[in-house]
């Protein structure tokens, strides 16, 4: 079983900056992809930022060049530095894996969140 533990999310005034970290753990073949989807009150859950094991990135328009996502392959480990954070920025951050058992099944798994605030 894969598991996904998020930290770094909490409050902070706008223009203000957070970095998000989510670390996998279990037993695992591969990961194809990692990525930050964030969820506010009344809206559907969205895509922030995705990236591949290859390094190629994918950000949603609302926070391109304010926001940048890295990861870590020996770790398993992915981050999201969150520059110049604004109100709309405020939702729960929910890390995202793509990825493959030993046994060849593919897995799609999420952590539980973390609650990023920003305060206008």
């Known amino acids: 079983q894969v598991t996904l533990v998020e930290s770094g999310g909490g409050s902070v005034q706008a223009g203000g900056s957070l970095r998000l970290s989510c670390a996998v753990s279990?037993?695992?073949?591969?990961?194809?992809?990692m990525g930050w989807y964030r969820q506010a009150p009344g809206n559907e859950r969205e895509l922030v930022a995705r990236?591949?094991?290859?390094?190629?990135?994918t950000y949603a328009d609302s926070v391109k060049d304010r926001f940048t996502i890295s990861r870590d392959n020996v770790k398993n480990t992915v981050y999201l530095q969150m520059n110049s954070l604004k109100s709309e920025d405020t939702a729960v951050y929910y890390c995202n894996l793509e990825g493959k058992y030993y046994s060849g099944r593919s897995i799609i798994s999420w952590g539980r969140g973390t609650q990023v605030s920003v305060s206008s």
């Open positions: 279990g037993s695992i073949f591969g990961i194809n992809a």
């Open positions: 990236i591949t094991t290859g390094g190629v990135t």
